[in-house]
């Protein structure tokens, strides 16, 4: 038997793509779509998806949970679980296009939410916390239940086939927002899986990545002490865990962040001024077994912004292109160049050093 | 009760030309010249195989064979247990052994083995890209804090630095030689890493290396003060040693004499032997006394280091002083070399370091307190290859003794306890010590160092890894061969092939 996702590791190549504009402009998801084509060859059917941010601005104020169930059972088991923690403020089907490419479909269901107060006052949590406790209780348990998406103004979209048909399947056409990242997956060996397709969601972060991390164990490992449990056993999984323990929990920047996962050398380290000389020593003495080593170009896409991070020694493409308000990053030029034809500020970031993209305060 | 020896010494005497150095050279007298059949005699007796004879000997004369005189065979009675009933018989005392556990039993480093990348992620080339080695031992805080202007609050509890994840372990000045401690000192000044002291105290002589020195506070508190604990960059309590679990450590008063005897602070040839416990330690909230008394003693300035054996109940102990206030663990396991131990002790106390590492680490990630306090791993790490290991299953670095006695010219005769080392590591004796020449002891331990830290990058190139904080507790680059499931689980990695 084929050993399921979650069951064991299974490393794969992608390929990322992502746009943003500065301006909080809104954009359907045609582009995006079209940015994976030229890229068709890094993924392998088994696996694409997308991340939108702002694509429900009039349901800002609710976490939107995007779900799997496996059967009604599942679902009636899910439900019932969620009403316990939070008010049901819309239940509702993801509209899709049937289509032969896409297949064996779970249930998918989109669900409006907000965090019952007497909850949060008993628990003594903020309502962050508890979606991701929430969250992680139902991925975590084989019910048939994957929650894949839980921020709020935002969602992924992801399914078993080519990321092209997968943005048409989803008809992310139809949704309007001011940053996408896309993914197109190339696991070495697995059976689909729809949660086994990225973006990762966890709140509102997300994560598209290529790579496959070596520090892995190490980071799983260490990352678990702190609530998280890396059911996929995925290298996004445990980046997604990561970026919400260094943001969320103990409040780092996104440079400062950055400057964990992929630190930089002790050898340049040497060479900085002395108080960023402090700045990086601390964050490496303090959190050593958050560093990713191996290939990674990672996107993660947040509330607001993206930032795009590649690994130390750059083992793997990500490029950048710049035009008007718009910033594009993609793991090959030619993606950039669907997105924008006449592009002309293209350029490849060193390792470890992160692009950090922020959309207008107010404009989103 | 006279036994056929256990050595034959052989000498070709066509080879021989009566030059007479292995007379001079054996401190067990085992040599000596018959003027009046002009030929070089041996008493085989005497001989503990150390080898130096046959390494000096100019003309490879010489060299040490098993007898082959045994008792009748038989495999649950062997030779040494008769022989050992033979001389309690005789002197109705406790059997003295020295150095680390040399019966079969397994080694777990020898059934792990090691990944490397193919295909789906690249090797990392360490002669062409950087690797980094350094770790920093010491208690890593919960949550960071921030200035009021918003900048990182940097101050942290005290950190060792190391430029590997290898230290010298304690071997007391006492144990082993002034040219021993001369030697670990400065090799552990060159190389940015860390030596012990030992239980000994600290001799004068060497207060100027304690930036990379560990002073051990043990149960005899033998040359404790002030000063001395001022002198390092750490204090180690030693609860305990994996040679010798639940015993205090043993100098035979041969080996106490004088600047021995001063720096113990104890009167010349008396066996200095520490008592079992700390009489001031009877729980484990006396010991969150003790390390809070040495603290206090040096203004919070200097981390704490428990060393304790690997018993079997060790992840519940580690527990206790993840919580007591210490910053750095040192659990050494039954393989652990040692002066002096009672044999039976030594051969049938305590637990493999690989097990109890493993749950060690396991225990304080499930409890969460994985970042409370950091693991050293020793008690017969003999490689590269097992310092990888031991990170992998979590250990933060490594301490080693008898790897570092080898560089030094050990050849593991395991004589230790009787003073009369012939390579100038376990003696007092004057003309012994200065056949360790402390410029070649050290060179050689840097030599062995440098070699390990080009390995253990080889070995982490090969991994896709380019620093080692991405290799602790990394297991998934561990696969077990020829293991049980058990062993696995406790391990907690996976069988090859899977
Ligand atoms: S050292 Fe060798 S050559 Fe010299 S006396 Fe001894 S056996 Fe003979
Ligand atoms: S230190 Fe000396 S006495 Fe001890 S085992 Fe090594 S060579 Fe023998």
Redesign the pocket.
């Known amino acids: 038997m084929i050993p399921l996702e979650g069951h064991v590791r299974i490393p794969s190549g992608c390929a990322v793509s992502a746009m943003i504009s500065r301006d909080g402009k809104r954009m359907n998801g045609e582009s995006i779509i079209q940015s994976m084509i030229p890229m068709h060859d890094r993924s392998n059917g088994l696996g694409g998806g997308f991340a939108a941010y702002g694509i429900y601005p009039e349901y800002k104020d609710f976490y939107a949970l995007h779900i799997f169930f496996n059967n009604r059972s599942a679902q009636a088991e899910c439900m019932a679980l969620l009403k316990e923690y939070f008010e049901i403020v819309q239940d509702e089907h993801i509209k899709v296009r049937k289509m032969p490419q896409i297949t064996d479909e779970p249930i998918i269901r989109r669900v409006f939410v907000s965090p019952m107060q007497s909850v949060l006052r008993h628990l003594q949590i903020d309502e962050k916390e508890l979606v991701v406790r929430v969250v992680n209780r139902i991925n975590a348990e084989p019910v048939g239940s994957y929650v894949f998406s839980c921020g709020k103004n935002m969602g992924a979209f992801k399914a078993v086939g080519f990321p092209e048909d997968v943005g048409r399947y989803y008809r992310l056409e139809e949704y309007e927002a001011y940053c996408w990242t896309a993914h197109g997956r190339y696991p070495t060996n697995t059976p689909g899986w729809w949660g086994g397709a990225h973006p990762f969601c966890l709140l509102d972060y997300s994560i598209v990545h290529n790579g496959e991390i070596s520090s892995y164990d190490a980071n799983r490992r260490f990352i678990e002490m702190y609530g998280y449990k890396c059911t996929l056993q995925t290298d996004t999984e445990v980046i997604t865990y990561i970026a919400d323990y260094l943001l969320r929990r103990q409040g780092l920047s996104l440079d400062e962040m950055a400057s964990v996962i992929a630190a930089p050398f002790w050898s340049t380290i040497e060479g900085k001024s002395e108080a960023d000389k402090e700045k990086y020593t601390y964050l490496r003495t303090v959190f050593p077994s958050l560093l990713v080593t191996g290939p990674f170009s990672i996107i993660l896409g947040f509330d607001g912004g993206l930032m795009a991070l590649n690994d130390r020694l750059k083992l793997r493409s990500m490029v950048v292109g710049e035009q008007n308000d718009m910033v594009y990053i993609a793991s090959e030029e030619a993606a950039i160049r669907v997105m924008a034809p006449d592009i002309q500020n293209i350029w490849s970031p060193a390792g470890g050093e992160p692009v950090i993209v922020r959309v207008k305060e107010g404009a989103f | 009760m006279n036994f056929y020896p256990e050595f034959e010494v052989v000498r070709n005497d066509s080879r021989c030309i009566r030059c007479r150095v292995c007379e001079r050279q054996c401190a067990n007298e085992v040599h000596w010249y018959d003027e009046d059949g002009k030929v070089m005699l041996s008493d085989e007796s005497k001989c503990v195989n150390?080898q130096r004879c046959v390494t000096l000997c100019p003309t490879r004369a010489l060299k040490i064979v098993k007898s082959d005189c045994r008792l009748r065979e038989n495999a649950n009675y062997s030779d040494q247990t008769i022989k050992e009933i033979y001389r309690q018989a005789e002197t109705g005392g406790v059997l003295l052994s020295?150095?680390g556990n040399p019966n079969p039993l397994p080694v777990y480093w020898d059934r792990i083995l090691i990944n490397a990348s193919q295909v789906t992620n690249p090797p990392i080339d360490p002669l062409r890209e950087p690797m980094e080695t350094r770790v920093f031992l010491g208690k890593k805080p919960d949550h960071i804090t921030r200035n009021a202007d918003g900048s990182l609050d940097t101050k942290l509890a005290p950190q060792l630095s190391l430029s590997m994840p290898v230290m010298f372990s304690a071997m007391s000045y006492g144990s082993i030689s002034y040219n021993a401690h001369a030697s670990l000192a400065r090799a552990a000044s060159a190389l940015g890493i860390y030596y012990n002291t030992g239980e000994g105290g600290l001799h004068e002589d060497f207060y100027k290396y304690g930036k990379n020195t560990i002073v051990q506070v043990a149960s005899g508190r033998f040359g404790v003060h002030k000063d001395y604990l001022e002198a390092g960059a750490a204090i180690e309590i030693k609860m305990g040693q994996g040679a010798k679990p639940g015993i205090g450590g043993h100098l035979p008063g041969t080996k106490a004499v004088g600047d021995v005897s001063k720096t113990r602070m104890i009167p010349e040839g008396s066996d200095a032997i520490s008592p079992a416990p700390h009489h001031d330690i009877y729980s484990i909230e006396d010991l969150r006394q003790l390390v809070f008394s040495l603290k206090e003693a040096t203004d919070y300035r200097l981390p704490v280091i428990v060393k304790v054996a690997a018993v079997h109940n060790i992840a519940a102990i580690a527990s206790g002083i993840a919580r007591s206030g210490a910053d750095i663990i040192a659990i050494d396991g039954f393989r652990g070399g040692t002066g002096a131990a009672p044999t039976r002790i030594r051969d049938n106390v305590g637990i493999p370091i690989e097990l109890a590492l493993a749950a060690v680490d396991k225990r304080l990630r499930d409890e969460g307190i994985r970042n409370n306090v950091s693991i050293i791993c020793g008690g017969s790490v003999r490689s590269a290859a097992d310092v990888v290991k031991a990170i992998a299953l979590g250990a933060d670095a490594c301490y080693i003794a008898t790897a570092a006695?080898l560089a030094m010219g050990?050849?593991?005769?395991?004589?230790?306890h009787t003073g009369k080392?012939?390579?100038g590591?376990?003696t007092q004796r004057p003309d012994l010590v200065k056949r360790l020449n402390p410029d070649i002891g050290s060179q050689r331990l840097i030599n062995l160092m440098d070699a390990w830290r080009h390995e253990i990058k080889e070995l982490m190139g090969g991994m896709g890894i380019n620093s080692i904080e991405a290799l602790r507790g990394n297991r998934l680059m561990l696969r077990g061969v020829g293991l049980t499931e058990k062993e696995l689980e406790i391990l907690g990695i996976s069988h090859a092939g899977e």
């Open positions: 150390c020295s150095m006695c050990c050849h593991l005769c395991r004589s230790c080392c012939n390579w590591i376990a």
